[in-house]
């Protein structure tokens, strides 16, 4: 790729039901793309799987958005519960497409929120469909800019990220400090399912540690930059150096990604 242009991010439309959902969240993500130096590619619900593979083909990167749905559980074999939300099946499809190419061609992925909890289940991993009450306010929402904590391992991609951002409100001092041998990094929060079983290919990277409810998993491949993270980035760059540097870090990787050779692409 030209290094002169900006790497294109494929993003899907979060939802093809709630449609005033998609229109309130959907330019939320686009920005914090832009912001990084990214260009915006949207994948509209609505396309053809051929329109849809001719818009991923010109991609670099893929960032799959939170949702109001709830992943099917038929496809990580659970029955349905009581407070689980109804599916998406279009939004599913699109994912899967996104995240076929992505995996067999090594393009960057960012999972956020919906967005973490599909990589992982595409991956064959499990979810919880419904965190219980907790002292922990996981559904906090949007209004409330710092719901809980999350600690990272600092040894993951998510720590390498992490681990250098200063605090924007307190020069010289860490976003997310080293406590107990760990990263401790304040989050928003907005969400009732959780990760449960990570996927193949995944790692648990970070947890709530009131609770120990999932908070981030990132890809096991060498070389592949695959991050799906529950908290949402893309409501906090204004506030948050963390949130600005995980999506340059992501944009970054897309920018220097390069198209794989047949045989690497196989397997």
């Not at 999972?111 to 990589?119: R, V």
Request: hydrophobic share 40%.
């Amino acid at each position: 790729m030209n290094q002169r242009m900006k790497p294109r991010i494929a993003l899907p439309i979060p939802n093809s039901i709630d449609l005033a959902y998609s229109e309130r969240a959907y330019p939320v993500y686009a920005q914090a793309i832009t912001e990084a130096g990214g260009e915006v590619v949207t994948i509209p619900l609505t396309a053809s799987q051929k329109e849809i593979a001719d818009l991923i083909n010109s991609c670099q990167g893929v960032l799959l958005p939170g949702s109001p749905a709830d992943t099917n559980p038929q496809k990580y074999g659970a029955e349905r519960e009581p407070e689980t939300e109804d599916s998406d099946p279009v939004r599913e499809s699109v994912d899967e497409l996104l995240l076929q190419d992505a995996h067999n061609l090594h393009k960057p992925i960012l999972g956020i929120c919906y967005g973490a909890q599909s990589l992982n289940v595409w991956r064959t991993g499990t979810l919880i469909q419904h965190v219980m009450p907790m002292p922990v306010n996981h559904p906090a929402g949007k209004k409330v800019a710092i719901a809980h904590t999350a600690v990272i391992a600092p040894d993951s991609l998510l720590g390498s990220i992490v681990a250098p951002v200063e605090n924007q409100d307190a020069p010289g001092t860490p976003e997310a400090p080293l406590e107990d041998k760990f990263l401790k990094l304040p989050v928003n929060s907005s969400h009732h399912q959780a990760i449960g079983i990570a996927g193949d290919g995944l790692r648990i990277v970070a947890r709530c540690p009131q609770d120990n409810v999932v908070e981030a998993v990132e890809g096991t491949a060498p070389g592949h930059f695959v991050l799906g993270i529950q908290w949402h980035p893309e409501r906090s760059t204004g506030i948050s150096a963390v949130s600005r540097a995980i999506f340059d870090r992501f944009v970054k990787e897309a920018a220097s990604w390069k198209p794989r050779t047949v045989s690497e692409s196989v397997g």
